[in-house]
Structure formats: C-alpha cells, structure tokens
C-alpha cells in the first residue's frame, strides 16, 4: 500500500530495520537517564541542527505532540494572552485551546484564497505571544517567508510562535525570524506519531522566566532545565528519540531536501491543473508545497477515495470543514518519485 496521508504519513523505508535495531540494542530497557541514552538524544539534538539549519543557540526540546506544544506554549509563554491568526482548521483548535486558558486570548481569522494582510493586524498590549500556523494542513495553504519575516519585524516585542507541524523537516525554515517552532514526527519526519519537538530562542526562553510558571509537569522551564543535561523531567518516547536519531544521520541536508519538495509541490499543481483538478487553494502564493487540496463533489471524493484504495493507494481525507469535500495528497520527503508517478497515473485514469 502507498500511503498520501498528511499525517500519520508514509514512514521512511529505513524505520522498519531502526525499530529492529532498538530493540536489538537494549537501549529500550534502558534507563532513560544511563549515559547510553543520554548520548542518543545528545546526538538526535545535534543532529537536528546540523541537518535542519537551527541556529546553535536555539533549544530544542522533546514533547509528545504538537497539541501538547500548543498548551505548553498557553502555560508558559502567556499571561494575558495570545494573538491567533489562522485560516484553517489547525490555526483555530490551537486558538480555542489557547482561549481555555486564558480567555483574553483573541483570534485573527482570514480567507484561505487570501495573502495574510499584516498591517491589518492588532499589535497592542493585549497579547504577548502571536501564534501562527506555517503549514495549514487541513486546507494546504502555507505562509511564505516574507510574510513571517513581515512579522517578525512588526512585532518584535512579542514572542512568536510557529505550528510547523506538517513543514519542519520538509522545506526550509527560517528559524531567526520566530521565537517557538514545533512540530510532530508523523508529518515530514516520516516517523511513527507519537514524539513532539518545540524549538526555542533565546528570547522565549527569556519570557518563561519571566513568566515563572511551574505548575505543571510540562512547563517550559522544566522541560529547559532537563534538557541542560539531555534529559526529560518525565520517561520520553525512548523509541521515537532513537528512531530519531537515526533517520536524521541518514537524511539529506534541509537544503536538498526543501528543494526537492518544493520542485514536486510545482509539478503537482501543473499537473493537477493540466488534469481538471479543482485545486482548493486559488492563489500560487499561499499554496502548501507539503500538503494538497482538491476539492469535489461529495460523491466523487468518496469514490476515488475508494478507487485509490482497490488500487493500492491511500489518499488523505479530508479535514474539518473541508472533511467530506476534499481529498489531500501529502508531498512528504520520504514518498518517492516512483510513488508519485505511479498516484499520477491512477489520476489520469479518473
Ligand atoms: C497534525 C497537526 C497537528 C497535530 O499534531 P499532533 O501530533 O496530533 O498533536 C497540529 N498542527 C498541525 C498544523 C498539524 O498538521
């Protein structure tokens, strides 16, 4: 089977044998503060800086997923609260959770077909940390660098943080220009769910200890005074940080990387396009290049759906309000060439 959903998504061919290795290892049973693994985290650390570009004073921590980066980020980098800008259906669940926690928290919706309008967004006293969705999977839209870079310059007293959960580890990210970046292994790691990375500059470190919360087990400040010593306050996906570790030593450098999905998210809306298609994004400027839409009939999704199926191929479903009208088609690293031409000729039979 072919797997096109946008997570959990198509795993890299080489996790079956690293899950075997763990095993084989011991390291599984091993205490998770022994010197052996302490040294696989040091190394998956280092190894995610060195292959995704992160700058060297940034921090990266460990979590079980990227909703529970989103309570972190409430938790610890909020006070009053939290400026959500969104267009999807990821952008508004990080929101409404936010807005749990604290109810001044207040949101910034905008079109799907729209370039995001800066100068039409609050900057006031109101809120410390301004939350942005790189990647909105559910609709395959995608924020580009000038418009993070946009941000970043016009709100440089806030923290910013980034969902990049269906991005990080699939194209390029400019991290200097956000304070907090997360994400999940199961989106562009081509991992197994189940592991979170949040990745932290200096300055969010900063407002955490400003903030000085510790009043829960995963509060920022916790998880930063574990990780001065490779550790985790509470027993971490040990499995996932090996697997980790070892896709990251066998993945190419972000640069190849980007380039390729970048290359392949092109061809895949020419060639959508060229085909009748109904690509669900309009606009080339904020399209996804990791994750496509394309809307339909009711009918006529389930039915390729189905069809896809008989053939051997999972397309991803689709997603909150776009649920029963849409399919998406993941670009992730890990799918090849030949899977993609082998989709590509099934579309051409529709
Ligand atoms: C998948 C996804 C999430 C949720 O990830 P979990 O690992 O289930 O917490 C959040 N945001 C975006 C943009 C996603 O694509």
């Given at each position: 089977m072919?797997?096109f ?5 198509k795993l890299y061919?080489?996790v079956?044998?690293y899950?075997?290795d763990a095993y084989?290892s ?5 205490n998770?503060r022994s ?9 998956a ?8 570009h992160i700058?060297?004073d940034?921090?990266v921590?460990f ?5 529970e ?14 400026l959500?800008?969104f267009?999807?259906a990821?952008g ?7 807005h749990?926690?604290h109810?001044k928290?207040s949101?910034?919706?905008y079109?799907?077909?729209e370039?995001l309008?800066?100068s ?5 006293a ?8 790189h ?7 995608q924020?580009d660098?000038q418009?993070i ?5 016009k709100y ?11 991005s990080?580890?699939?194209?390029e990210?400019?991290w200097?220009?956000?304070?907090v970046?997360?994400?999940s ?8 769910a189940g592991?979170g ?6 300055k ?21 005074e574990n990780?001065q010593?490779?550790?985790t306050?509470?027993?971490?996906n ?11 030593s066998?993945i ?8 390729r999905?970048e ?16 690509v ?9 290049s ?5 809307q339909d ?6 039915n390729i759906?189905?069809k896809?199926k008989?053939?051997?191929?999972i397309l991803g479903?689709g997603?909150?309000i776009?649920k029963n009208?849409?399919f998406?088609?993941?670009?992730f690293?890990?799918?090849?060439d030949?899977e993609?031409?082998?989709l590509?000729?099934f579309?051409?039979?529709?």
């Amino acid at each position: 089977m072919l797997y096109f959903y946008p997570g959990p998504s198509k795993l890299y061919p080489q996790v079956r044998n690293y899950l075997a290795d763990a095993y084989d290892s011991g390291i599984l049973s091993m205490n998770h503060r022994s010197a052996d693994f302490v040294s696989i985290v040091q190394s998956a650390v280092m190894l995610l800086k060195t292959k995704l570009h992160i700058p060297q004073d940034y921090s990266v921590f460990f979590v079980s997923s990227a909703t529970e980066s989103w309570e972190i980020i409430a938790q610890s980098l909020v006070k009053k609260g939290s400026l959500h800008i969104f267009n999807g259906a990821f952008g508004q669940k990080w929101a409404e959770y936010s807005h749990k926690i604290h109810q001044k928290s207040s949101f910034f919706p905008y079109s799907l077909q729209e370039e995001l309008d800066i100068s039409k967004v609050a900057n006031d006293a109101t809120f410390e940390v301004i939350c942005l969705t790189h990647n909105e999977t559910s609709n395959g839209t995608q924020l580009d660098r000038q418009t993070i870079r946009a941000i970043s310059e016009k709100y440089r007293d806030k923290i910013i943080a980034v969902d990049a959960t269906s991005s990080m580890a699939g194209i390029e990210l400019e991290w200097e220009n956000a304070d907090v970046w997360f994400a999940s292994v199961q989106k562009c790691f081509g991992m197994p769910a189940g592991l979170g990375l949040m990745v932290c500059s200096p300055k969010a470190l900063a407002a955490a200890q400003q903030i000085n919360d510790r009043k829960y087990y995963n509060s920022l400040l916790f998880l930063a005074e574990n990780m001065q010593h490779f550790q985790t306050n509470y027993t971490p996906n040990v499995l996932n940080i090996y697997v980790l570790n070892q896709v990251l030593s066998q993945i190419d450098d972000i640069k190849i990387i980007g380039e390729r999905t970048e290359r392949n998210a092109k061809n895949w809306y020419h060639f959508l396009e060229k085909h009748g298609f109904d690509v669900l994004v309009k606009n080339p400027k904020v399209r996804s290049s990791t994750v496509i839409a394309i809307q339909d009939e009711e009918t006529f999704i389930r039915n390729i759906k189905e069809k896809a199926k008989q053939a051997g191929m999972i397309l991803g479903n689709g997603y909150g309000i776009w649920k029963n009208t849409t399919f998406r088609i993941a670009n992730f690293p890990a799918i090849t060439d030949e899977e993609i031409a082998q989709l590509r000729v099934f579309l051409q039979s529709i």
